[in-house]
């Protein structure tokens, strides 16, 4: 059955042709029906409200069907729409059917045979519209929800611990229970340095079972209410509380650096060795909370310097002071 609510709107100059064309749908069935007598005037139309077809007299003047044809589908671009557009014309060369084709023109009414062709044609364009903006609208509502899921996602798909964004909010928790009850927050970035050669070695597959086997070892390297998170393919962040700032010193770290840095880890391509840099920012309650976004510039700034001097750099927030451990 055909949609008799289709909204459609026909272009043409000769009055008495748009006339004839409206009255022809309308004995149809067909209820929406708006006129233009000029291309102008249709896309005056047609921002104002969209069209599921379009019927356009391929010579007009000022702007002819297939110059219409183009402003509409940049319409349809900028709305996310389907319009169907069928021209109406005397030319039957396949030469000038190639060129409409090639203007974003979907189907044509030869004016010789219009009083034959029209509704079929119509008929055919109704089908093939709803489906269109149906399925134009079903793959929006898909992208919307996956935005959705993307932004309340907090786990690295691959490995299973924190993303970025699960440590940011676990940072932020951990700085507000220190400014509440005491202690000290820690804040470590573990970077693996060789992860762009062994990417350019291994296919994903084997990177993926590499990550796999990095964050298991760091799981056992770190306390159980530590929490760990990648950021990126080759960073993590583990994210703790100490009961006294004392505790934050390179003894604490030294563990889990070394855990990582150098061990080789056993994939289907076999043993893959690693190199890591390290470096940690800790804050106390004796001053001003700092932000998280601090937290992390300190943290990523001491591990240049990790990289530079080959050390494992602890970044006190209140002391403002760096030392090696």
Partial sequence: MPNLDLAILIVDDARFSSTI????????????LRIANDAKTALSML???????????????EMDGLELSQRVRQLDEQSNHFTYIIVLT????????????????????????????????????????????????????????????????????????GNERYAQDSLGKLLRHTEARGGATSYMLVNIQNWAEIEQQQNHLICEELAVGITRRLRTLIRPLDVLCRLSANQYAIVAHFSHIDHCSGNSYKRIYEGINGKSFRTSAGYISVTAAAAVCT????????????????????????????????????????QTG
């Fill in 283 to 322: 804050v106390d309650d004796s001053g001003p909370m700092p932000e998280i976004m601090d937290v992390e510039h300190t943290a990523q700034d001491q591990l240049l310097q990790a990289v530079e001097h080959n050390s494992l750099p602890i970044s006190r927030w209140k002391a403002e002071q760096s």
């Fill in 47 to 61: 921002e104002q409200r969209k069209a599921g077809l379009l019927i356009a007299d391929w010579l007009m003047p």
């Fill in 21 to 32: 064309i409206a009255k022809t749908l309308a004995r149809a069935g067909y209820r929406d």
């Fill in 90 to 161: 005397a030319k039957e060369s396949p030469e000038a059917l190639e060129e409409a084709f090639d203007k974003g023109v979907d189907d044509f009414v030869f004016k010789s045979d219009m009083a034959k062709q029209l509704l079929p044609r119509v008929y055919a364009a109704d089908r093939l519209t709803d489906r269109h903006n149906a399925m134009l609208i079903a793959n929006q509502l898909l992208l919307e929800n996956n935005r959705h899921l993307e932004n309340r996602n907090i786990l690295d798909i691959e490995t299973g611990v």
